[in-house]
């Protein structure tokens, strides 16, 4: 594959990544709380890579060829995002040395991360619908190979964002306890409306 090419994907990858969503929201989150941070980006950046895998054996090609499975899944992917984001309101906002640290295991953050990812239709759109048209017909790699280093240099871009916005975010809250409590709200807010967004552009669609 050509670096411009490679370059292009790489611009579209991180142009994407760097809007706001519900994956920032969610590093925000467990930058909030503290040493949550690097199993829940993981979660995400898993998610991200189980995605890849799907789409280079295949599933692409099927839910375009399915006119009601994305829908479906950014219905239900609205519907987990509405609970994480009431969850996040009914919690009380706070940094680690003011509640227990440990609330909530690395590997409950790090399911939870893999979740939204999975769940997460700019994930779907950078993946199922832009990376496939960046493929080289005549190329001496195969697809599978293709989306796999499209996919790699994709998930790469996205650890290094998250982990900026998370441990960003930790930095900007550790000494403003009160600051702390208001962004996890906002997260909560933020998640709860991006939900509610997701839900009714997929009901007009769908009418």
């Known amino acids: 594959m050509s670096f411009s090419l490679l370059s292009t994907f790489w611009l579209v990858s991180f142009l994407f990544i760097m809007s706001p969503g519900?994956?920032?929201?969610?590093?925000?989150?467990?930058?909030?709380?503290?040493?949550?941070i690097i199993p829940a980006v993981s979660g995400m950046v898993l998610g991200h890579f189980l995605v890849i895998l799907l789409v280079a054996a295949g599933l692409g090609s099927l839910l375009k060829a399915t006119p009601f499975a994305l829908p479906a899944l950014t219905f239900c992917?609205?519907?987990?995002?509405?609970?994480?984001?009431?969850?996040?309101?009914?919690?009380?906002?706070?940094?680690?040395?003011?509640?227990?640290?440990?609330?909530?295991?690395?590997?409950?953050?790090?399911s939870k991360g893999v979740t939204i990812s999975l769940f997460n239709p700019k994930v779907m759109m950078i993946i199922m619908a832009i990376l496939p048209q960046l493929l080289q017909q005549n190329s001496a790699m195969s697809p599978y190979w293709q989306i796999s280093l499209l996919g790699l240099i994709h998930c790469v871009t996205c650890l290094c964002v998250y982990l900026a916005v998370g441990y960003g975010a930790h930095v900007l809250l550790s000494s403003r306890p009160r600051m702390a409590g208001l962004v996890n709200r906002l997260s909560g807010c933020s998640m709860t409306g991006i939900a509610l967004l997701m839900l009714g552009e997929t009901c007009l669609k769908q009418m």
Do not use: C, E, N
């Open 77 to 110: 992917g609205a519907l987990y995002l509405l609970w994480l984001g009431i969850g996040q309101l009914r919690t009380k906002g706070a940094l680690p040395d003011m509640v227990d640290i440990t609330s909530g295991s690395a590997f409950h953050w790090l």
């Open 22 to 36: 519900m994956d920032w929201a969610y590093a925000i989150t467990a930058g909030s709380t503290g040493r949550r």
